[in-house]
């Protein structure tokens, strides 16, 4: 779990298995062309860190010049905890510490302007069946995966969007 934990609080892990995640079956060299500025050791090694952790994995292979090539897959992109749940709880520690000390760093900065950053955080509540919610996190991987698709430009800024769901079971509906 600490492996899992580490790769997914890591912002360099995170790209290369958005990239992945968009790209469906991706090799390394198909990686290293769309990860722009991520040295080719790192995303070896990171990808060596994904497999060892079971997030990625080799679903075929391909014959470069007689060497050869994998081509990853996601495996497992969601943790499951085990029934104490104390794996899970490390793990949504761990990402809102993540977060946490992002947005310390930015109110730190001399240059942090929220209307310009376009900062914010919502949180909705609704209510919806477990199929009505997996169409609706369907449709946001769409649009996501749309616009992490396009070619990268100049005034293009790197920007985190977390996504953080739970249930309010035992929470008085005011209906």
Do not use: H, W
């Not at 510490?97 to 209307?115: I, S, T």
């Not at 449709?139 to 790197?158: C, I, N, P, S, W």
Request: aromatic residues 8%.
């Amino acid at each position: 779990m600490e492996k899992i934990i580490k790769i997914l609080t890591d912002p360099t892990s995170n790209i290369l298995i958005q990239l992945i995640r968009i790209g469906g079956r991706m090799t390394i060299s198909e990686i290293l062309e769309k990860a722009e500025g991520i040295p080719r050791a790192t995303v070896y090694r990171k990808i060596d860190r994904m497999l060892e952790a079971g997030i990625v994995e080799v679903v075929d292979t391909n014959k470069v010049r007689g060497q050869t090539e994998n081509i990853y897959s996601i495996k497992n992109i969601y943790v499951n905890a085990p029934e104490s749940g104390e794996d899970g709880m490390k793990m949504m520690t761990a990402m809102l510490l993540r977060l946490y000390g992002l947005c310390d760093d930015y109110f730190k900065r001399e240059d942090a302007d929220v209307e310009r950053d376009k900062l914010f955080a919502f949180n909705y509540v609704i209510r919806l069946s477990d199929e009505d919610f997996s169409s609706m996190l369907g449709e946001m991987y769409e649009v996501v995966d749309r616009y992490q698709r396009k070619g990268v430009t100049e005034a293009a800024r790197l920007r985190n969007i977390y996504l953080l769901s739970m249930p309010t079971e035992g929470e008085k509906d005011e209906r």
